[in-house]
């Protein structure tokens, strides 16, 4: 049974950070593309960022320079590292992995920017 399971999410102030981490289980995780999205409340949901199983990265525009995308083929794990957040930023936050083939989500972690 494949698992993707988001944790991090919070409460925090702009100008702070956070770190959200997704843990995979049930997939061969190095060979899937993973992703970070998000889905604000009235809006679509959007890429944030994306790492290749060889590393490469893509971001989103907005959040280039703020938010770092990293994996541990090792330990199944994802992380985005967001600095700098802004009211902008709330949102609940998706793990995505996909292959040609399949493409599975978590559950969500909500992240919220507020004074």
């Known amino acids: 049974q494949v698992q993707l399971v988001e944790s991090g999410g919070g409460l925090v102030q702009p100008g702070g950070s956070l770190r959200l981490s997704c843990a995979a289980s049930?997939?061969?995780?190095?060979?899937?593309?993973l992703g970070w999205y998000r889905q604000a409340p009235g809006k679509q949901r959007e890429l944030v960022a994306v790492?290749?199983?060889?590393?490469?990265?893509i971001y989103a525009d907005s959040v280039k320079g703020r938010f770092t995308i990293s994996r541990d083929n090792a330990t199944n794990m994802m992380y985005l590292q967001m600095n700098s957040l802004t009211s902008d930023d709330t949102a609940v936050y998706l793990c995505?992995?996909?292959?040609?083939?399949?493409?599975?989500w978590g559950q969500g972690t909500l992240v919220t920017v507020s004074e």
């Open positions: 790492i290749g199983n060889g590393g490469d990265t």
């Open positions: 995505n992995a996909k292959n040609l083939r399949v493409e599975f």
């Open positions: 049930g997939i061969l995780f190095r060979l899937y593309i």
